[in-house]
């Protein structure tokens, strides 16, 4: 059974950082995509970036150039880091493994954590 686990999230002014992990168990499938979405109350939810195992990735466009995502394969860890946050960058962060084509859209998703929630103050 594929278990997700984020954590990381928090309160934070606008221009601060915070740096999500998600830990995960019984997932083998090392030829597919990890990643982060995210979904603000009211909104559907969207792609915030996926990487390759083999190291691609790939970002929305709103969040180039101030998150970066990475993993730690011997770890079985993915990660968020995330720098000058924006107040729109509230939402909650959902970690996601399985991802077909690496896209960045939440139809392609196969496995859900429950998520980590982050708020960004003005």
């Known amino acids: 059974q594929v278990q997700l686990v984020e954590s990381g999230g928090g309160s934070v002014q606008a221009g601060g950082s915070l740096r999500l992990s998600c830990t995960t168990s019984?997932?083998?499938?090392?030829?597919?995509?990890m990643g982060w979405f995210r979904q603000a109350p009211g909104k559907e939810r969207e792609g915030v970036a996926t990487?390759?195992?083999?190291?691609?990735?790939y970002y929305a466009d709103s969040v180039k150039g101030r998150f970066t995502i990475s993993q730690d394969n011997a770890k079985s860890t993915l990660y968020l880091q995330m720098n000058s946050l924006k107040p729109e960058d509230t939402s909650m962060y959902y970690c996601?493994?399985?991802?077909?084509?690496?896209?960045?859209?939440?139809?392609?998703?196969?496995?859900w954590g429950q998520g980590t929630q982050v708020t960004v103050s003005s």
């Open positions: 996601a493994a399985d991802i077909n084509y690496c896209a960045l859209r939440p139809r392609f998703v196969r496995y």
């Open positions: 019984g997932y083998t499938n090392t030829r597919l995509c």
């Open positions: 990487i390759h195992t083999a190291g691609r990735t």
